[in-house]
């Protein structure tokens, strides 16, 4: 059996630390199901339930494909838009108070 290549070990190392927060987030959203769909409420998003679930999915599907080789541009298209949704919706700064816009601009960026 060959062994992959330190290329093909690098490529998937990469892979996997920018996949690594979405499993984490998914693995943690599957296990307390009801907080998530807490936090989708939250947001105002209808059906909470049906979101959340939704999102479970993306990230455990889509970080399983980047790291399977499989259609991994579709998967990461699919994570940066959630990314960013998820960002515009969840790290509103623009409607903190003055004193505080600074700090949650510097959030919703790091992001």
Do not use: N, Y
Not at 11 to 19: G, I, P, Q
Not at 35 to 45: D, N
Not at 46 to 64: K, M, W
Not at 69 to 83: E, I, Q, R, S, Y
């Amino acid at each position: 059996m060959d062994l992959p290549s330190p290329l093909a070990m690098l490529k998937f190392a990469a892979s996997l630390l920018v996949c690594l927060p979405f499993i984490a987030s998914g693995i943690h959203k599957l296990r307390d199901f009801p907080g998530a769909v807490a936090e989708v409420g939250s947001l105002g998003l209808p059906t909470p339930r049906l979101v959340a679930a939704g999102v479970i999915a993306l990230q455990l599907a889509a970080s399983g494909m980047i790291l399977g080789g499989v259609l991994t541009w579709l998967a990461a298209l699919a994570l940066a838009a959630f990314t960013a949704a998820a960002t515009l919706l969840g790290h509103r700064w623009w409607r903190l108070p003055s004193d505080k816009q600074g700090e949650g601009q510097q959030v919703f960026l790091e992001h």
